[in-house]
């Protein structure tokens, strides 16, 4: 029960009491009436009358009160509804206030999604600029060792094409093996010094500083062409291809070889047969061609195995098709030979005396044999052996260290 209806009661309740009380007065007036028009033997006394007024006055007094409470309950009643009013009012203004919140809330929600979502694709955004960023310094790294290595290159290139450049066009391999030495070169060494190759290492200091100023320069027997009559050693041609192929160069590529680059033009002169290191004097560079394996067939013919054989490094590393490209490339033609003439100019005493006077430096020759009585053995790095990489083939000429 709310107070509005317990209002209603409690003024009801005051009403039925006012009309009885009214009704109660009204029997007195009549009483009082009557006894106007009774008899005086039955007239009150004053004492009785005075009773009755005070009794009136009593219940006037006890009326009033009740109107009083009746106009305060009317007043309260009011007060209730203008109440209830308020409440309801309230409850509306919250209500509309709890929906404009909850709208307000889905429209914080959409928000704060549209904004989570933006956030997120920044972050994709970012991370891809990131990724393409740390791409674009990776290419760059690459492009950096790509260009490094086409610098390199070019100056390969250009190195081949100076010497191509300075190749006399006018040398004939052919002519220049057949041809007669001059009178005054040198056709015999005083006695050549046999120097095996028992261990692999470079010349001493000591040896080196006793070479020529450009230095020395070692062959096989297999890329050496010796003229045909006779067995004067006075001057050869070395024979190999322009390039070789390296597995382990940058993945596999092709390389320019020793004899395409500056050779020099006087250089000492060390020729390997049967295991053993000769040293033949000093040779001069006469002159350089390049040409197909077919233009000198004649004299190469029985070094082709050998050559196809420097042409590829490293043969376990290097598939077989790729052996068998380079050996199409020599015999076609497409993959040029470079055929040098050397003549010997010349005997350096001081190296070859140095060498002698080593003759103690080993006990015995090759496999395990005492030395070729009247020789000095001493041993000599093998072919395209140095003492950084066992595995380089540094078949090119070794230029003379200079002491600082």
Known sequence: ???????????????????RVREEIQEEKSAVRRSDSVPESVMVSPAELYALQ???????????????????????????????TEVRELEEER???????KEESEKLEKKLEIALQKYQRYQKAHSDVSESVRDVEQLLQETKARRKEEKRRLKVLQTELEEL???????????????????????D?????????VLAFDLPKSLLDLCVPEGYITKNSDEIVWPTEG????????????????????????????????????RDFFYMEEQKRHYLGTYRKEG??????????????????????????????VPPVLTGIAKDMLYSGALKLVCIGWRRVGWNSDLAEALRRRRGSTSTGPGGRPPTPGTTVIRMPQEGSTKRDSESRQDGPRKKQRAA
């Not at 509005?4 to 009661?9: E, F, I, M």
């Not at 009794?55 to 509804?81: G, H, K, P």
């Not at 300075?166 to 040198?186: E, Q, T, W, Y």
């Open 1 to 19: 029960m709310d107070d509005a209806s317990l209002a209603s009661d409690m003024i009801r309740l005051l009403r039925d009491e006012i009309e």
């Open 54 to 84: 005070e009794e009136n006055a009593s219940l006037y007094r006890e009326v009033e009160a009740v109107r009083t409470q009746v106009y305060q309950i009317e007043a309260q009643s009011d007060r209730v509804v203008r109440t209830n």
């Open 95 to 101: 209500a509309g206030r709890a929906l404009k919140s």
């Open 165 to 187: 450049r300075r190749a006399d066009r006018g040398f004939d391999p052919r002519r220049f093996i057949d041809k007669a030495s001059p009178n005054n070169a040198v056709t």
């Open 189 to 197: 060494a005083p006695k050549e010094v046999i120097a095996t190759s």
């Open 231 to 266: 067995k004067t050693r006075s001057h050869c041609l070395s024979i190999c291809s322009t390039h070789r192929y390296n597995p382990k160069l940058n993945g596999g590529h092709w390389e320019p070889s020793w004899d395409l680059q500056n050779q020099g033009k006087t």
């Open 288 to 317: 350089q061609a390049i040409v197909a394996s077919d233009d000198i067939r004649e004299l190469v013919h029985a070094h082709m195995h050998y050559v196809l054989k420097r042409t590829v490094l490293f043969p376990a590393l």
